[in-house]
């Protein structure tokens, strides 16, 4: 099973939580999923009628969005809004946050 990693030491599933998570690696709240170049963008879920997040999807270059589900299976959807619906179990998209994309790092090999 992988390691994982969680970048607060305040552990929860509320998206209080989540959001101070992801500010601490350099995001910020926006307000929509509309694709920015030079941007990524995230999406939380959450259970409806509750703050407790369900799901979390990170948008692509190409606009389109991922979802990891499981520790293997990558999904790509067009919209954040698919997910979304008691039908699914991702509940409801309660927060965007986005960043400038990183530059990547130079490394020696």
């Not at 929860?12 to 709240?29: D, I, V």
């Not at 407790?52 to 919209?79: C, M």
Request: with cysteine.
């Amino acid at each position: 099973m992988p390691k994982h990693h969680w970048p607060i030491e305040w552990r929860s599933p509320e998206l209080a939580c989540f959001l101070a998570a992801f500010e601490s690696l350099g995001f910020s709240r926006c307000e929509d999923g509309r694709p920015e170049g030079e941007i990524e963008k995230i999406a939380f879920y959450c259970e409806l009628g509750s703050d407790e997040v369900l799901h979390a999807a990170r948008q692509l270059d190409n606009g389109r969005w991922s979802s990891k589900l499981d520790y293997v299976h990558d999904i790509e959807h067009r919209t954040f809004q698919e997910l979304e619906g008691t039908t699914t179990g991702f509940g409801e998209v309660r927060a965007f946050m986005r960043r400038k994309i990183p530059a990547p790092r130079n490394t020696p090999l």
